[in-house]
């Protein structure tokens, strides 16, 4: 599925990249402004995506080392055996997409509009199996820095898969649909509201925290799963990568 080609290829090009320099006590440029603190460390930053993603890694790291949130080799083995299934299936599907598109463009009588479209569709499609041929051509080179950074993706997916799953159960809430999973916003704003009573972090830039909470009040930017749907029921009840 395109989703898990989207969410794969961002995973590995996140893979050993921060935002920006970090030590225990600081995050970010010492020469930007400061955003915030959280759980003592200092945040430099003037962007609010930038602020959420550290807000965010520190209290939900937090919250599962205080939960018992691991992964297991096994979740490990299996998340990365359904991984390699989809992304062969899909790029089987996109060969067969730009093999159409190619035949439908060699033929005659095509409307210009219809033309441009379809050109347009089988320029992405090969930058998209270009880049998966990069990817092939690395793990050939390094099989073995390969499958370290597939396995740490997975620890990842799969980690952040069960500390969403843990939120929900706890706060519930609705759940809206984001590239690498579902995701309990709800849950997340209720969590979030509930540190920051208590003094976990705090925003010192009144712009950057209006900007920083639009993400968790503003409906209007997520798709929502439907509510008291059997799908919303069970998309945080069992991996997406072993119902599909």
């Known amino acids: 599925m395109m989703r898990v080609l989207a ?8 893979v050993g990249v921060g935002l920006g320099t970090s030590r225990a006590d600081l995050y970010g440029d010492p ?5 915030g603190k959280v759980l003592g460390t ?3 930053t003037d962007d609010p995506e930038e602020l959420r993603y550290v807000i965010l890694r520190e209290l939900t790291d937090r919250y599962a080392s205080d939960k018992g949130i691991a992964v297991t080799k096994a979740e490990r083995d299996v998340y990365v055996k359904h991984l390699q299934r ?30 441009a479209s379809l050109a347009s569709e089988l ?9 998966l041929d990069d990817m092939g051509g690395e793990a050939a080179e390094d099989p073995a820095e390969t499958a370290a950074a597939r ?4 620890d990842a997916f799969i980690r952040q898969w069960k500390i969403n799953r843990a939120l929900y159960q706890e706060y519930g809430g609705r759940i809206i649909f984001q590239q690498g999973g579902p995701e309990p916003l ?27 909470w639009r993400y968790y009040i503003d409906d209007g930017i997520h798709s929502f799963y439907p509510t008291d749907s059997a799908e919303e029921a069970e998309v945080l009840r069992v991996p997406w990568w072993l119902s599909e």
């Open 7 to 14: 969410a794969t290829l961002l995973a590995f090009c996140l």
């Open 31 to 35: 020469n930007a402004p400061i955003a």
């Open 42 to 44: 200092v945040i430099h």
């Open 86 to 115: 989809s992304m062969e299936q899909d790029r089987q599907r996109q060969e067969a997409r730009r093999d159409e598109l190619t035949r439908r463009l060699q033929g005659s009588g095509l409307p210009e509009s219809e033309r």
């Open 123 to 131: 320029e992405t499609l090969n930058g998209l199996l270009a880049t």
């Open 151 to 154: 396995d740490q993706v997975a």
């Open 186 to 212: 709800d849950a997340y704003r209720r969590f979030l509201e509930e540190r920051q009573a208590r003094g976990d972090f705090e925003i010192l830039d009144a712009d950057l925290e209006t900007r920083f």
